[in-house]
Nanobody, 122 residues
Framework: QVQLVESGGKLVQAGGSLRLSCAAS????????MGWFRQAPGKEREFVAV????????YYADSVKGRFTISRDNAKNTVYLQMNSLKPEDTAVYSC???????????????WGQGTQVTVSS
């Protein structure tokens, strides 16, 4: 049974930083690309970042490029999202997802976590 469990979300002031973690189990983690997506109230889910199975390739949404960094530790079956210079518009539920393909399209992902809330106050 595949499980993805996110952690690290909380209330933070604008300009602050957070690091989200996503711990995976039940799959061969090193064979999966990992993505982060977010969904704000009343909005559709949107792509944030993706990292390839080896960590050698990453891709970001324009809205977070230069502020967020995705990384992974295959020995710990964990993917991270370092978020700096946070803005109120970054407020959302952040979810990690796993898929064998390297994609920014949410419909391509087979496995999803339950999400963690990030709230950025102005």
């Amino acid at each position: 049974q595949v499980q993805l469990v996110e952690s690290g979300g909380k209330l933070v002031q604008a300009g602050g930083s957070l690091r989200l973690s996503c711990a995976a189990s039940g799959l061969t983690f090193s064979r999966y690309a990992m993505g982060w997506f977010r969904q704000a109230p009343g909005k559709e889910r949107e792509f944030v970042a993706v990292i390839s199975w080896s960590g050698g390739s990453t891709y970001y949404a324009d809205s977070v490029k230069g502020r967020f960094t995705i990384s992974r530790d295959n020995a710990k079956n964990t993917v991270y999202l370092q978020m700096n210079s946070l803005k109120p518009e970054d407020t959302a539920v952040y979810s990690c997802a796993a898929d064998v393909t390297y994609s920014s399209r949410s419909e391509r992902y087979d496995y999803w976590g339950q999400g963690t809330q990030v709230t950025v106050s102005s």
